[in-house]
C-alpha cells in the first residue's frame, strides 16, 4: 500500500471517529447542569417565591420557581436561563424583574436542578410550550414577557415565533448554535452531527411582538457582530442594545443594562409621524451647476 494512501486511510479513520465522539458526547460539552435533591429548599433573602413541578406527558418532572414582586404585577416574565447550573443560582436575577412588578418564572430544563427526563432539543421545546400553556391560563399574552439568556435565546425565540406574547428579549443571544460550535470545530460536518442546531434566526423571522437584543461589546464566547446580524432578520420589530464592555456573564454588573431593562419593560413608545420628518429626503451626490 503507498504510504500516501496509509496516511489518507488514518486522517479517514481518524476523523469518523472524532465525528463519532462528538455526536455522542456534545450533551456533555454543551450543557453543564447543577443537580439538586428532591428535598433541596430554595431560599432567596427579600424574595417571595412559590416552587412548582410540572409532569410532562413522557414521564420527566419540570422544576420551577416563581418570584413575586412586592407591588400590583404588571405581567409576568418567562426567564429562560442559560447552559450551566441550576435556577438555584440563577433566581437571583429574577430582582432585576420582580422590582418592575412583574412575576418572574423561571425553569430548570431536563437534567438541571430538580429537573428530570430524558434532554433534546424538541422535548425542551415541547416542555416550554406547556409552561408557556400553562402561563396562558392565568393570565393574557400580552402581558407574558419571554427572556432568553445565551443558550436559552433559542428557545426563546422559538416560543415567540410559535405565540403572541408582549415582547421577546434575547440577552447575548447566538445566531444558531451550529455557528458557535463550528468556531471549536471549524472542519468537523456539525450540520449533520448537532442534535441542537437551535438555529435563533429562522425563528426570528416569525416573530410578531418587539424583539429586544442585548449584547456586549466584549463577548468572547458569543461575539457581539452575532446580535448585529440577528438585528437584521426582523428589523422594522427589533431594538439592539449594546453594553459598551460587557462580556458574555458580567452584563448585569453595568448600570446601563439595568437602565436598558428599565426602558424596555416601561416605555411605552408612541408612534411616529414620519410625514413630518426627513425620512424621505434624497441627497443628491451630483454638484449642481451654477451658469452665469
Known amino acids: 500500500m503507498p504510504y500516501w494512501l496509509h496516511i489518507c486511510i488514518v486522517i479517514f479513520v481518524a476523523y469518523v471517529v472524532i465525528s463519532i465522539a462528538l455526536y455522542y458526547l456534545q450533551d456533555y460539552m454543551l450543557f453543564k ?7 433541596f429548599e430554595f431560599y432567596y433573602e427579600n424574595q417571595d417565591i412559590k416552587e412548582y413541578n410540572l409532569e410532562t406527558r413522557d414521564g420527566a418532572i419540570i422544576n420551577g420557581l416563581l418570584f413575586k414582586p412586592k407591588t400590583e404585577s404588571n ?8 447552559n450551566s447550573k441550576s435556577i438555584k443560582g440563577w433566581g437571583k436575577f429574577a430582582v432585576d424583574f420582580t422590582r418592575h412588578g412583574y412575576n418572574v418564572l423561571m425553569v430548570d430544563y431536563r437534567g438541571f436542578g430538580k ?13 416550554l410550550q406547556v409552561i408557556y400553556n400553562k402561563l396562558k391560563e ?9 427572556y432568553g439568556r445565551s443558550l ?3 428557545f426563546a425565540a422559538k416560543l415567540a415565533s410559535m405565540n403572541h406574547p408582549k415582547m421577546l428579549i434575547l440577552d447575548a443571544p447566538y445566531y444558531s448554535l451550529t455557528k458557535v460550535t463550528a468556531r471549536y470545530a471549524p472542519f468537523m460536518p456539525l450540520s449533520i452531527l448537532i442534535k441542537y442546531p437551535l438555529p435563533t434566526y429562522k425563528w426570528l423571522k416569525y416573530v410578531e411582538c418587539p ?3 442585548i449584547h456586549g461589546t466584549n463577548d468572547k ?14 428589523p422594522k420589530l427589533t431594538k439592539l442594545y449594546t453594553v459598551i464592555g460587557g462580556g458574555h456573564k458580567n452584563l448585569n454588573n453595568f448600570e446601563s443594562y439595568h437602565e436598558m431593562i428599565h426602558d424596555i419593560l416601561n416605555n411605552n413608545p408612541e408612534k411616529i409621524d414620519l410625514s413630518t420628518t426627513s425620512i424621505h429626503v434624497k441627497h443628491s451626490s451630483k454638484k449642481s451647476s451654477n451658469k452665469a
Open 211 to 213: 424583539i429586544h437584543i
Open 152 to 154: 436559552g435565546s433559542g
Open 138 to 146: 392565568k393570565t393574557t399574552e400580552d402581558r407574558i414577557v419571554l
Open 221 to 234: 464566547l458569543i461575539p457581539y457582530k452575532t446580535s448585529i446580524k440577528l438585528s437584521k432578520v426582523n
Open 75 to 82: 405581567g409576568v416574565v418567562l426567564y429562560l436561563k442559560g
Open 33 to 39: 447542569p447543577e443537580k439538586l435533591p428532591k428535598d
Open 115 to 127: 429537573s428530570t427526563g430524558r434532554r433534546s432539543q424538541k422535548a425542551i421545546k415541547r416542555d
